[in-house]
């Protein structure tokens, strides 16, 4: 099984940006993804890969962007004019079976990392 490690999170001021890295260790899943949890809300996924295919989730498409570096083994996701309602918890995830239909269902995903926390302050 993959070993995932996000790092790239923090506190931002609204209209800022960030971009988070997923590091992974042996081999990653046919899908990557990103996913985010604020507090009280269920996981829900941000952005997702499967080779050259990407999808976005309404709120973020435009803004976000998921990238993959094969030669570092290293997903990232660029995030642009963040909003405070980008504040959560993100998640990296790779899955080893999955559709371009299934990117953005974390239950498609098996690996998960722990998570860096993003901030936005308006």
């Known amino acids: 099984q993959v070993r995932l490690v996000e790092s790239g999170g923090g506190s931002v001021q609204a209209g800022g940006s960030l971009r988070l890295s997923c590091a992974a260790s042996g081999r990653r899943g046919t899908c990557m993804g990103w996913f985010r949890q604020a507090p009280g809300k269920k996981r829900e996924g941000v952005a997702g890969a499967l080779a050259a295919a990407t999808r976005y989730t309404d709120s973020v498409n435009g803004r976000f962007t998921i990238s993959k570096d094969n030669t570092k083994n290293t997903l990232y996701l660029q995030m642009n004019s963040l909003k405070p309602e980008d504040t959560a918890m993100y998640y990296c995830?790779?899955?080893?079976?999955?559709?371009?239909?299934?990117?953005?269902?974390?239950?498609?995903?098996?690996?998960w990392g722990q998570g860096t926390q993003v901030t936005v302050s308006s």
């Open positions: 995830a790779s899955a080893d079976i999955c559709s371009i239909s299934g990117l953005l269902n974390p239950v498609k995903y098996n690996s």
